[in-house]
């Protein structure tokens, strides 16, 4: 099993910038796929970013603004988020998929991106 914990969310006026994190326990995970998704209100969850052995992958939406990076020896990716937009308002989870395809997810972190 993993266990995933989020933190970093809040509240920030458009144009801010917030890192969010995210630590993995249970498992050394330095060799899954990990990743972020947001849901915002109304609408269904949607792929943000992700970052592999192969490299990093990017929604449209975000690209040029948000920057995922991980580091495996403390179990933690984190989600650098530039340039924030009001449209970026929503609770953001960290997935991680196992080598056996199993997915994880964390209780999620709100953020509130004010215009």
């Known amino acids: 099993q993993v266990q995933l914990v989020e933190s970093g969310g809040g509240l920030v006026q458009a144009g801010g910038s917030l890192r969010l994190s995210c630590v993995a326990s249970g498992r050394t995970i330095s060799s899954y796929a990990m990743g972020w998704f947001r849901r915002a209100p109304g609408k269904e969850r949607e792929f943000v970013a992700d970052?592999?052995?192969?490299?990093?992958d990017y929604a449209d939406s975000v690209k040029g603004r948000f920057t995922i990076s991980r580091d495996n020896a403390k179990n933690t990716v984190y989600l650098q988020r530039n340039n924030l937009k009001p449209e970026d308002t929503a609770v953001y989870y960290c997935n991680v998929v196992s080598d056996d395809d199993v997915d994880y997810w964390g209780q999620g972190t709100q953020v509130t991106v004010s215009s």
């Open positions: 970052i592999q052995w192969s490299g990093t």
